[in-house]
């Protein structure tokens, strides 16, 4: 299997919006709900953020939201903090159980 | 809340086997699925494999020749090991549970494990 697709990097302005697309196929992202998104700050263990394409666990702000089309996942942060500058992973169920990550997308906050 | 602690050697010699255990605390492991993870220096995460309680186990294709997760119901605690390690198992490995949704929903903080002579 192969990891899912994302952009290196992304960026915005405090107060702005920005989306991580993450794509695969329709073996994994296309074919089930279960897209997961994490946000990981340096030296720190992942953490998550989004679960079943669009839920937010307690404690996670509503500026983050997800959604699918298709093959692509897409996560969009608005009202960008400072503290949202970190590395964001989508991962995704792949049948059989197995499981596959993306590549990562760096956020910067400008 | 459920906690994960990941221990074990730190240094591995290439060819060797990597040995790393997960302690559960907050929670029983008797319950959900229990997965590792690992991240090498400055690249992404991969998913290596996960077991259930019952002992049912799934391992990442790539892996899944060198690849064997346990559990110890009695400690509370779930088991990696990795044979035949080269430099490219070197990496900071997680343990995670598998919650609602299929998804990773608490992380150890994390093991750095480098393979070298």
């Known amino acids: 299997q192969s990891a899912l697709t994302q952009a290196p990097s992304a960026s915005g302005s405090p107060g702005q919006s920005v989306t991580i697309s993450c794509t695969g196929t329709?073996?994994?992202?296309?074919?089930?709900?279960?897209v997961s998104w994490y946000q990981q700050h340096p030296g720190k263990a992942p953490k998550l953020m989004i679960y079943?394409?669009?839920k937010r666990p307690s404690g996670v702000p509503d500026r983050f939201s997800g959604s699918k089309s298709d093959n692509t996942a897409s996560l969009t942060v608005s009202g960008l903090q400072a503290e949202d500058e970190a590395d964001y992973y989508c991962?995704?169920?792949?049948?059989?159980?197995?499981?596959?990550f993306g590549t990562g997308t760096k956020v910067t906050v400008l | 809340q459920v906690q994960l602690h990941e221990s074990g050697p730190g240094l591995v010699k290439p060819s060797e086997t990597l040995s790393l255990t997960c302690t559960v605390s907050?929670?029983?492991?008797?319950?959900?699925?229990w997965s590792w993870i690992r991240q090498p220096p400055g690249k992404g995460l991969e998913w290596i494999g996960f077991?259930?309680?019952?002992?049912?186990?799934s391992y990442n294709p790539s892996l899944k020749s060198r690849v064997t997760i346990s559990e110890d119901t009695s400690k509370n605690q779930f088991s990696l090991k990795v044979n035949s390690v080269t430099a490219a198992d070197t990496a900071m490995y997680y343990c995670?549970?598998?919650?609602?949704?299929?998804?990773?929903?608490?992380w150890g903080q994390g093991t750095l494990v480098t393979v070298s002579s």
């Open positions: 077991i259930h309680y019952s002992g049912s186990a």
């Open positions: 995670a549970r598998v919650g609602g949704g299929l998804a990773f929903d608490y």
């Open positions: 907050g929670g029983s492991i008797s319950s959900s699925y």
């Open positions: 329709s073996s994994d992202v296309g074919g089930y709900n279960y």
């Open positions: 991962s995704s169920y792949a049948g059989s159980n197995n499981y596959v």
């Open positions: 079943e394409v669009s």
